[in-house]
């Protein structure tokens, strides 16, 4: 899916009224929280990279925050939100004067349906990161889930596309909408190249799909 496609997607989203999504809130929210504190106990100085909604951060504050998003929508009403933070409107593929101590990058990378805005985005991480690199994506390839199928698989028959629909239901990396597997370990060496470690791998969460990967700047 060109990537333009995918900022209508969450634009419309958000237009509409859509959220983040259930990684932001509730008992997944708790758990992300309790990775980057075992790590930092001060997150005071954080380049969020796709933002979102900021429900992650819902009671918190930031004493110098940068957020990226692709949606105006999301990134207006965020700056009517916290008028003190700064907000960029961009692809995170592109790449911005942002630095900070800590970089997140939270359930964005399974909704990247292009490889070389994969990449861009990841090497874009690595040059916001003055030290901590913290990011939630699949482990597993959520697709291959029989209730994701059915779902994907119904909205592409209703579309009148029974190939993408047959293709789904049989078990793919990518649903043709928003959503694309990649195996990420396979991305750790742009990480070393860039002069991170992968400091620990949290597979932990209430998400059985989901990881933490926690990247630290080598000394
Ligand atoms: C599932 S939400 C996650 C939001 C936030 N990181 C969180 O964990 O609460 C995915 C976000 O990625 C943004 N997004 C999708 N593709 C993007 C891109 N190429 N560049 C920047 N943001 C993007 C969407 O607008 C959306 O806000």
Redesign the pocket.
């Known amino acids: 899916m060109p990537?333009s496609k995918?900022f209508n997607f969450?634009d419309d989203h958000y237009a509409r009224g859509g959220t983040?999504?259930d990684?932001?809130v509730g008992e997944h929210r708790e758990w992300k929280w309790s990775v980057v504190k075992q790590y930092t106990v001060q997150v005071d100085d954080v380049v969020?990279v796709?933002?979102?909604?900021l429900?992650?951060w819902a009671g918190r504050d930031c004493m110098r925050y940068t957020g990226?998003?692709?949606?105006s929508t999301?990134i207006e009403r965020n700056r009517k939100i916290h008028p003190r933070w700064q907000f960029i409107l961009?692809?995170?593929?592109d790449p911005q004067q942002a630095k900070g101590r800590i970089v997140f990058c939270?359930?964005?990378l399974f909704?990247?349906m292009d490889d070389n805005?994969y990449t861009g985005?990841l090497q874009n991480l690595t040059q916001y990161s003055a030290e901590w690199i913290f990011i939630f994506t699949w482990k597993k390839n959520h697709l291959t889930y029989w209730k994701t199928r059915v779902r994907e698989g119904y909205i592409h028959l209703r579309k009148l596309q029974p190939l993408k629909a047959a293709r789904i239901l049989w078990g793919t990396t990518t649903d043709y909408r928003y959503q694309t597997y990649r195996d990420f370990n396979q991305y750790v060496p742009l990480f070393e190249s860039a002069g991170f470690d992968l400091h620990a791998v949290h597979d932990d969460s209430p998400n059985p799909w989901g990881a933490r990967y926690v990247f630290r700047k080598r000394t």
């Open positions: 990537e995918s969450w983040s999504g990684g932001s969020d796709a933002c979102g909604d429900s992650f990226i998003d692709i949606s999301i961009a692809n995170a593929a939270f359930d964005l909704h990247i805005i985005i």
